[in-house]
């Protein structure tokens, strides 16, 4: 009887544990399966990934053999699903399979972030900031050459003003030495009587391009104030001009009004020597000859206003100022 006990005690709780484990192990052995059916899924899927990446990796020179973040992620406790052993069946035995690492996409890029939009515009923002800057130093620039250009230019007016007057007061100086030139030569040259100096010109010259001329020796067409000088004026030109007989301009003239006779000066005539035709000897047969120029001066009228001195007798006649002769001017002694 003890004997009997004692082994139904022993086999009794193994049958009841066989069937109770008969059950539970069946489905712990079934969730095992469907888990590694799910897995064998999902690594047949990184494989063809891995066939895909893996010669894009090599053809850009990037390095092969880290593992997928995304797989340790999966994985809570840090280990890999392909390196993880797992028994399927007596049939199998222990045989295990290490699934190759996958590499992260090159060419995908996370989709940006509030923050790194910000951070964009306000890098955009500092460079537009430091372009303005820099224009900013340039136009300070530009300004300060134009600053230094005009004063350049201000102080080269200066300079041709002063060159101008500088060139004003050369000529001045130039016409001044002319006409003291003009002058020492006429009363060098010329005839010297009281304090005028008459000197003779060969030149062919109207009127006012002979009173020009004279003038800018220094001295005016020839004024002589009373008899003796115009005398004497007579005198040098008979003796310049012998034995010809040349009309020479003097600096008288009635061009403001017909018969009021002015020097150049302005001043009005006092005396006058015009030309009379020589009257007959008594007994002598009057001539009809009369001189070759004309009978009695002035008449000419309106257009005979400027007076000339005849060389030989040295008396006055009235010509068309245009017309071109010889002339004298007359110099301050």
Known sequence: MKAAWLLGALVVPQLLGFGHGARGPGREWEGGWGGALEEERKRESLMLKETDICPLQEALGLPTGVRNRDSLAGDPEGKS?????????????????????????????????????????????????????????????????????????????????????????????????????????????????????????????????????????????????????????????????????????????????????LFENGQRVSFFAWHRAPSPEPGAHPSAASHPLSPDQPNGGALENCVAQASDDGSWWDHDCERRLYFVCEFPF
């Not at 900013?136 to 250009?149: A, F, G, P």
């Open 81 to 261: 699903v392909w390196g993880t052993k797992e028994p399927l069946g007596e049939e199998e035995g222990e045989d295990t399979t290490t699934a190759p690492t996958s590499r992260p996409n090159p060419f995908s890029s996370p989709s940006p972030t509030s923050e790194d939009t910000i951070t964009y515009i306000l890098g955009r923002l500092a460079g537009l900031d430091a372009g303005l800057h820099q224009l900013h130093i340039r136009l300070h620039s530009l300004d300060t050459r134009v600053v230094q250009l005009t004063q350049g230019l201000r102080q080269l007016r200066d300079a041709t003003r002063d060159t101008g007057d500088s060139v004003q007061a050369l000529q001045e100086a130039q016409v001044r030495a002319e006409q003291e030139h003009g002058r020492l030569e006429g009363c060098l040259k010329g005839l010297r009587l009281g304090h005028k100096c008459f000197l003779l010109s060969r030149d062919f010259e109207t009127q006012a391009a002979a009173q020009a001329r004279c003038k800018a020796r220094g001295g005016s067409l020839a004024q002589p104030a009373d008899r003796q000088q115009m005398d004497a004026l007579g005198r040098y030109l008979r003796a310049a001009l012998a034995p010809y007989n040349w009309p020479v301009w003097l600096g008288v003239s009635d061009r403001r009004s017909e018969g009021l006779y």
